[in-house]
């Protein structure tokens, strides 16, 4: 069996963990054995309608009030009698900070390993090589996990969102965690504070990466912004340098956003990036290495130095603006 951790807060589904089944169905191309999906919940029946619909074999849920919120413990406890009943071969869960928590865990109380930030893999003699980014993304390495199951957590938007409808057995699991006595208490949620910006909404969105150089630069990104009436944003880097402000940087750690037009300047297209943005309606790419990987999900790329192209896409566009 292949398991994936449900991630969801107040009934509703984080999409990671749809994107997880894809990665378990691809998984079980080779491993040929059963999918389901684990939740862990207060409240269990809103997420379950969700994945009971799915093409997978199971829905297995554990109800408890104490799975409110996240407790590690609790959690930790209930995942490791559900590997010891099921032998899955495999446990994958979202690259979240629960995930990211919780799976390490889960594999030190097995005395087994995990593997962080999965992005892909392959089969090399019948065995999967797991590829995660090193080096803050400019590197990828090949990893294989020795230790069983397969323990790992998921990149947000490494695959897409697994939609194929069927019918999956629900499976209710005893969880009695009252003899746990937990060390970490969760004391509340904050939301995070509204700004003035929510570049999610924009039609059209003019982003800068790395490429742009320094800060004074970044206004090429905001004139061309301005003169198509579009949402400026930008990558990781330039926020982390404050060219700018962070409630506008797309990605995984960022917003997620899905305009008309999303024009990506000087970004290279790690994933992290394109998991923010590739349900962009049109990508245009300007990037002067024909090898960046964001032209590979562009719609338009354009290989060049954006210090000469961005100019004349501003002239022009200001000329069609003013007839
Ligand atoms: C846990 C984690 C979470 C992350 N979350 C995010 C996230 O939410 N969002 C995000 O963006 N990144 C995120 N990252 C970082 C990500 O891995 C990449 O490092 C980042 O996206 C790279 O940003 P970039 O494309 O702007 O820079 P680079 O990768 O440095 O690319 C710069 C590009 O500019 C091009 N260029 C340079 N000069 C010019 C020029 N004159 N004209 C045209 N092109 C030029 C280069 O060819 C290059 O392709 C995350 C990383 C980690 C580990």
Redo the contacts with the bound molecule.
Sequence with gaps: MILTLVEHRNGKVDEVSLELLTFAKKLNQKLNTKIGAVILSHQTKECASTFTQLAIDEVIVAEAPAFQTYTPELYADVLKKLVQSKNPKAFLFPHTPLGTDLAPKLAASLNGGALA?CTGFEFESEKPVFTR?VY???LQAKVTLESSPLILTMERGAFKKYEEKGQATLIPIACDVSHIQPRYKSLGFREAQKTSVDITKAKIIVSG???I?KKENFQLIKDLAQALGAEYAA????VDNEWAERDR??????KVVSPTLYIA?????????IA?MKKSSVIVA????PE?P?FNIATYGIV????KILPIMIEEARKLKHG
Excluded: M
Aim: hydrophobic share 25%; net charge positive.
């Design positions: 930030e980014p803050n993304g400019k990466g790395r490429g150089g990558s990781r880097p330039v940087q797309v990605g995984s750690s960022g300047c000087g970004i290279s297209g790690a994933i992290q990036h923010g300007i990037n002067k290495d960046a964001i060049g130095d954006l210090f």
